[in-house]
């Protein structure tokens, strides 16, 4: 075998930034594809969903809708739709606990693109921005891909879109003829095929204190994982720790004992969001809902001794695969 054919079967490593985050993607290259134009492929695709959904561009088809008028219609490019629509039907599966326009609490809580100073905002401005928040406000209309402003919705996407856009970038290396590889963007991840030595995509389930690996590893090949953490993104506000997981019911942030959620789907847009969704919905809550949705669901959470595992029946038979 040629050295430019021993080159084409290793795992090649491209990477980028994207959504205020990095894209990490590992491909098997096919002959006849440089890894120029993957590339850029690659990230014409991230740019995409980054110019349609970011609530950090004034600019965006998101930000538009935003800040629109009370009462009106307006198109949305159809990834957004798309996005959008997956949402809503999580948010009424999940009686709201996951709720795309939790955007004004979100940011209320110093989480968002509105920057404060991290501190717990007063009981009567929780009250005032939770008159804001209401999946069920936002109507769409499927045949003409056009939302609704009913007045001061502001949607927050951020919890599904990246896991919407590694299934586009999956889509689109899989059109021009790679058939391995594994997507990273934000923390999701999705794989395919195997690698040149015919073993799968494998990866090792982050320990929420980001010390070490929980013994963990699960394969990707044919499908994707999102883990949602209090870790990633919190802080401290007198003698209490705030997570930016925000409860749309409720209007404050998790209490509960979750460390960390992951979830494995066959779609990475399937996945992310429903990380913050059985994060609010915590350990009792959100495992009932996983199993009586056959959902692989991996629950980490502050024990009294160190962190406690629980886990869906489905992903006790995932780590078996």
């Not at 994207?18 to 991230?46: E, F, K, N, Y």
């Not at 320990?207 to 999102?226: H, N």
Request: proline content about 6%; charged content about 20%.
């Amino acid at each position: 075998m040629s050295a430019q054919s021993h080159a084409r079967l290793a795992v090649q490593h491209l990477h980028g930034e994207t959504m205020g985050t990095t894209w990490s993607v590992r491909v098997v290259v096919p002959a006849g594809v440089s890894l120029h134009d993957l590339q850029a492929g690659i990230q014409r695709c991230l740019d995409l969903v980054d110019r349609q959904m970011s609530t950090y561009k004034p600019h965006s088809d998101l930000s538009r809708f935003n800040t629109a008028p009370a009462g009106t219609w307006h198109p949305l490019p159809s990834a957004c739709f798309t996005v959008l629509a997956h949402a809503l039907k999580l948010a009424r599966d999940t009686g709201g606990a996951y709720d795309p326009t939790v955007g004004p609490l979100v940011n209320l809580w110093g989480f968002g693109p509105d920057a404060r100073t991290h501190r717990a905002p007063s009981g009567q401005v929780i009250v005032d921005a939770r008159a804001r928040i209401g999946w069920w406000k936002v109507k769409l209309d499927a045949t003409t891909e056009m939302a609704f402003q009913p007045g001061g919705i502001y949607l927050d996407l951020s919890s599904v879109a990246k896991g919407y856009s590694v299934d586009l970038v999956g889509a689109w290396l899989d059109e021009v003829g790679v058939t391995a590889w594994l997507i990273e963007v934000g923390g999701e991840l999705k794989g395919k095929g195997m690698k040149p030595d015919g073993s799968p995509w494998r990866i090792g389930i982050e320990r929420p204190d980001a010390t070490e690996q929980l013994d963990r590893i699960v394969s990707l090949s044919g499908r994707a994982i999102a883990t949602s953490g209090d870790y990633r993104r919190s802080y401290d506000s007198g003698d209490a720790t705030y997570s930016h997981h925000i409860d749309p019911r409720s209007g404050y942030p998790v209490p509960h004992t979750v460390a960390s959620v992951s979830i494995l789907a066959t779609q990475a847009m399937t996945a992310d969001p429903l990380g913050t969704a059985l994060t609010v919905l915590g350990p009792e809550h959100g495992l009932a809902y996983a199993r009586e949705r056959n959902l692989a669901v991996l629950f980490v959470l502050h024990g009294e001794h160190g962190f406690e595992e629980r886990m869906s029946p489905a992903f006790v038979e995932a780590l078996r695969a």
